[in-house]
Antibody, heavy 117, light 109 residues
Framework: QVQLQESGPGLVKPSQTLSLTCTVS??????????WSWIRQPPGKGLEWIGY???????NYSPSLRSRVIISVDTSRNQFSLRLSSVTPADTAVYYC?????????WGQGALVAVSS | QSALTQPPSASGSPGQSVTISCTGT?????????VSWYQQHPGKAPKLMIY???QRPSGVPDRFSGSKSGNTASLTVSGLQAEDEADYYC?????????FGGGTKLTVL
């Protein structure tokens, strides 16, 4: 079955760039079966969609984060990545990666990223 | 685009049924049959329970059902069980974007 695993630093300083990678197993990113998405959840709050990317590299981002987000894909490593620039403490959250068909079908376990000096 | 509107809480006794609503607009919930529902237990990742308004993924009990009328989607949990106590989030496709509801905490009394 499809499994996803987030990885990256758990602590980022304000104004710096948050970087996370999602490694996919059980499916090939390049197969075109899914879009690949990032979602986040601040502590004690709800889910927020960040954006998604297709195997071709075409992507779309939440309007509220578009100016600071880049999602990229590395089909050779079966991974996709998130970069969020100019972070503030408000970006502290659990970040999830997920496979998307018409819904978020498979989810990673999540990675907590804290923004603090 | 605003988040979809869900009641913050819902509750029911074991064996009863409970319905959670998710209200959007004609640009999201009302405009597409791409509404999904997720269950999240504390400290865990969300789990897909309903997709495309009313479809259940393999392995999801048929106690969970979804529907939509106009700009409002609904999740019904029948025959409530203790393990159904969790947070539930709706989501909708919205013109190349994805929106989530604020979440509903379901308590089994």
């Amino acid at each position: 079955q499809v499994q996803l695993q987030e990885s990256g630093p758990g602590l980022v300083k304000p104004s710096q760039t948050l970087s996370l990678t999602c490694t996919v197993s059980g499916a090939s990113i390049s197969s075109g079966s899914y879009y690949w998405s990032w979602i986040r959840q601040p502590p004690g709050k709800g889910l927020e969609w960040i954006g998604y990317i297709y195997s071709s590299g075409s992507s779309n981002y939440s309007p509220s984060l578009r100016s600071r987000v880049i999602i990229s894909v590395d089909t050779s490593r079966n991974q996709f990545s998130l970069r969020l620039s100019s972070v503030t403490p408000a970006d502290t959250a659990v970040y999830y990666c997920a496979s998307v068909y018409t819904s978020m079908v498979h989810w990673g376990q999540g990675a907590l990223v804290a923004v603090s000096s | 685009q605003s988040a979809l509107t869900q009641p913050p809480s819902a509750s029911g006794s074991p064996g009863q049924s409970v319905t959670i609503s998710c209200t959007g607009t004609s640009n999201d919930v009302g405009g597409y049959n791409y509404v999904s529902w997720y269950q999240q237990h504390p400290g865990k990742a969300p789990k897909l329970m309903i997709y495309e308004v009313s479809q259940r993924p393999s392995g999801v009990p048929d106690r969970f059902s979804g529907s939509k009328s106009g700009n409002t989607a609904s999740l019904t949990v029948s025959g409530l069980q203790a393990e159904d106590e969790a947070d539930y989030y709706c989501s909708s496709y919205a013109d190349s974007n994805i929106l989530f509801g604020g979440g509903t905490k379901l308590t089994v009394l």
